[in-house]
Structure formats: C-alpha cells, structure tokens
C-alpha cells in the first residue's frame, strides 16, 4: 500500500461523486418553552445531572429530537423521563446557551 503524505492524495481514496456529511445543526422548530435547568446529585452517588424541566405541549419524541443534537454536540449522555431531559455531567452553563440561542428562556435551579 502507498504511503500518503498529504490530504489531497487521501482524497483520491474517496469514489467519485462522494459527499460528505453536513455539519450539523441544531433544530429551531419547536415552540419557544419556559424552562428550569435544575443541579441534581441526589440518590446517584455524587455524580452530577442536568434535568431539564418545564416542557409543554412536546411529547416523548419531540423531547427526544430536542435533546439529541445538544447532546451530540457535548458530547454527553442522557436520556427523557415524565417529561423532563436528563443530561449526564455538570454542562449546565453550555446547556443553557444552547437553548438560549434557540430562543428558549432557561432559569438556573440549585447547585
């Protein structure tokens, strides 16, 4: 096999016509929400959650396809539960920005 030396020669690698993923981008479909962002270690031994509540007139799915790109561009875990968004980690502060930017208004709960 030949070595390659620069990023163009890698691009030969590639079949014609290839095209890469889009950057993604974070969805602004869903109607502007009154939301919590609350601190919560309790009962999970000390390891911090970001819980996300306040969401009405969204289901399970919309939570779902609301939570996911954050997620993806933290880089965190988490998961929606009665109504609420569960994120893994203490990202509060970029959690609220995203959401911020989405024209959600966001209120900071404990910690």
Known sequence: MKKLNS??????LMPDGFKTKKPFEIDNSFSKQNLEAHYSVKGRAGVPVIILKGFS???????????KPIKNKLGIGGSV?????????DKREKIISILESQGHSVKRIGG
């Open 7 to 12: 990023l163009e020669e890698l691009g030969t």
């Open 57 to 67: 007139g969204l289901n399970k799915e919309d939570l779902k396809n609301l939570a």
């Open 81 to 89: 539960k009665k109504n609420e968004i569960y994120f893994q980690g």
